[in-house]
């Protein structure tokens, strides 16, 4: 039973319905561990369901290209001014459509073709957009990367300081989509400072956890911070820049007209509804819990021999080198997910193997926190991932099964948002 509701949907157009409805059970039946998901509210998903989805807003409020904007208007500002207030910082801009595309706004905002900028190594920790040879900042900018110690797990700011002094970017990135440690925000602006670059914080994956106090915040230290507003944040799928006063006009004409046409205005909508949730004590208390939750699967994976990048974790992440298993990432995820365990196959520092066939795999706890799973089942979910993976090894499909059904027993006492079965 969907929540709101989509009966005129399900009498239209069945055969879609019967795909969400699949999805929604698959949702609610799974433990999901992918660091990047999460399950928004009931209110998130009303607002991102409205009629805002009929309106074109090409521009910025007050300075529209489309008349009739009375409603819009106030709608984008009340974003604009939620964010300000939940992260602290002088400007906002809410329109982006993603992650990536945010990133792509800073290129535009503040580089020409060819300059230089400093960022983590994919590979180590850093996101396609941040100079990948594959991705457009690689191609048309010149990265160089710092990466993480060989030792440790963990950003070598002493790595960091003698490339940016060795290379003098214009622009240097911290965060990425694979960092299970704490970014350290004042080291990295020191660094910038000394080399006169411009510091940009991707927290894409922590920004719930910055907003509800679980991970020190960027602001003070870097310029301009970019976020998407799933993942931690738990809001619809979207995106923000954030930056001090100084840079607003340019990040919002990188924006549009630079990038985009109108934003998705019933996304606005949703992220406004996320930010005022993520403003909460009860938020908070999540936040934290999410944290509480990603120690304690670290710690259980650690005891069952799993060697867990960077021997733990400090935010909603964890990172598994599966090589000591004799397993690889992809095979391993697969198996997983048969089993009832959602998360996805992932390089790791200084792997051997092909990014589409690395040697560990991500998980992040920002879901099953919310569906309200705490410290002492996660000893359980370790446990079920190792019979999996064991399971795998030997192709025994009927041990895969029999994890599932076990996740599938305890999911089904915690509710999920938007859905739950039919009685």
């Given at each position: 039973?969907h929540?709101?509701a989509?009966p005129?949907?399900?009498e239209?157009d069945p055969?879609l319905?019967e795909?969400i409805?699949a999805?929604?059970?698959?949702?609610?039946?799974?433990v999901?561990?992918?660091?990047?998901?999460?399950?928004v509210s009931?209110?998130?998903l009303?607002?991102?369901g409205?009629v805002?989805?009929n309106?074109y807003?090409?521009g910025?409020?007050?300075?529209?290209?489309y008349e009739?904007?009375q409603?819009?208007?106030?709608?984008?500002?009340m974003a604009i001014?939620?964010?300000?207030a939940?992260?602290?910082?002088?400007?906002a801009?809410?329109?982006?459509y993603?992650?990536?595309?945010?990133n792509?706004?800073?290129?535009?905002?503040?580089?020409?073709?060819?300059?230089?900028?400093?960022s983590l190594?994919?590979?180590h920790g850093g996101?396609l957009?941040?100079?990948?040879p594959?991705?457009?900042?690689g191609?048309?900018?010149?990265?160089v990367?710092?990466g993480?110690?060989?030792?440790?797990?963990r950003?070598?700011m002493d790595?960091v300081?003698d490339?940016?002094r060795?290379e003098?970017p214009?622009?240097?990135f911290c965060?990425g989509t694979?960092?299970p440690?704490t970014i350290?925000?004042?080291?990295f602006?020191?660094?910038?400072r000394?080399?006169?670059?411009?510091?940009?914080a991707d927290?894409?994956?922590?920004?719930?956890l910055?907003a509800g106090?679980?991970?020190?915040?960027?602001v003070?230290y870097a310029?301009?911070i970019s976020t998407?507003?799933?993942?931690?944040?738990?809001?619809?799928?979207g995106?923000m820049l954030?930056s001090?006063a100084?840079h607003?006009?340019?990040?919002d004409?990188?924006?549009f007209?630079g990038l985009q046409?109108?934003?998705h205005?019933?996304?606005t909508?949703?992220?406004?509804?996320?930010?005022?949730?993520a403003?909460?004590?009860?938020?908070?208390a999540?936040?934290h819990a999410v944290?509480r939750?990603?120690?304690a699967?670290?710690?259980a994976?650690v005891?069952l021999g799993f060697?867990?990048?960077?021997?733990?974790?400090?935010?909603?992440?964890v990172?598994l080198d599966l090589?000591?298993?004799?397993?690889?990432?992809?095979?391993?995820?697969?198996?997983?997910?048969?089993?009832?365990?959602e998360?996805?196959f992932?390089?790791?520092?200084f792997?051997?193997?092909?990014p589409w066939d690395?040697?560990?795999?991500r998980?992040?706890t920002?879901?099953?926190t919310?569906r309200?799973?705490?410290v002492?089942?996660?000893?359980?979910?370790a446990g079920?991932?190792?019979?999996?993976?064991?399971?795998?090894?030997r192709?025994?499909?009927?041990?895969?099964?029999?994890?599932?059904?076990?996740?599938r027993?305890?999911?089904v006492?915690?509710?999920m948002?938007?859905w739950?079965?039919t009685p």
């Amino acid at each position: 039973m969907h929540s709101p509701a989509i009966p005129q949907l399900t009498e239209s157009d069945p055969q879609l319905a019967e795909l969400i409805e699949a999805e929604a059970r698959r949702q609610f039946e799974k433990v999901r561990l992918i660091a990047s998901e999460n399950y928004v509210s009931t209110a998130v998903l009303e607002a991102a369901g409205t009629v805002l989805t009929n309106k074109y807003a090409e521009g910025y409020a007050g300075k529209r290209y489309y008349e009739g904007q009375q409603f819009i208007d106030p709608i984008e500002r009340m974003a604009i001014e939620r964010a300000k207030a939940l992260f602290g910082v002088e400007h906002a801009n809410v329109q982006p459509y993603s992650g990536s595309p945010a990133n792509l706004a800073i290129y535009l905002a503040f580089m020409q073709p060819g300059d230089t900028f400093l960022s983590l190594e994919l590979a180590h920790g850093g996101h396609l957009t941040h100079g990948s040879p594959v991705s457009a900042t690689g191609k048309w900018f010149r990265p160089v990367h710092y990466g993480v110690s060989k030792e440790t797990g963990r950003i070598d700011m002493d790595s960091v300081r003698d490339v940016a002094r060795a290379e003098r970017p214009k622009m240097i990135f911290c965060g990425g989509t694979a960092i299970p440690r704490t970014i350290d925000f004042p080291a990295f602006a020191e660094i910038a400072r000394e080399v006169g670059a411009l510091l940009v914080a991707d927290v894409a994956h922590i920004a719930g956890l910055i907003a509800g106090g679980a991970h020190p915040s960027p602001v003070g230290y870097a310029e301009v911070i970019s976020t998407t507003t799933h993942k931690t944040l738990r809001g619809p799928r979207g995106a923000m820049l954030m930056s001090t006063a100084e840079h607003a006009v340019a990040l919002d004409k990188a924006v549009f007209p630079g990038l985009q046409g109108g934003p998705h205005n019933h996304t606005t909508a949703a992220i406004a509804v996320a930010l005022k949730e993520a403003a909460t004590p009860e938020f908070a208390a999540y936040a934290h819990a999410v944290v509480r939750n990603a120690d304690a699967l670290a710690r259980a994976l650690v005891e069952l021999g799993f060697d867990v990048v960077s021997g733990g974790t400090d935010n909603h992440l964890v990172l598994l080198d599966l090589t000591g298993q004799g397993i690889g990432g992809k095979p391993a995820a697969k198996a997983l997910d048969r089993a009832g365990i959602e998360l996805n196959f992932n390089t790791v520092p200084f792997d051997p193997r092909k990014p589409w066939d690395p040697s560990g795999v991500r998980l992040g706890t920002a879901a099953v926190t919310t569906r309200g799973l705490g410290v002492a089942e996660m000893p359980r979910i370790a446990g079920w991932m190792e019979r999996a993976i064991r399971a795998a090894q030997r192709e025994d499909e009927a041990a895969l099964e029999r994890v599932a059904a076990e996740v599938r027993e305890l999911m089904v006492g915690y509710p999920m948002p938007g859905w739950a079965p039919t009685p």
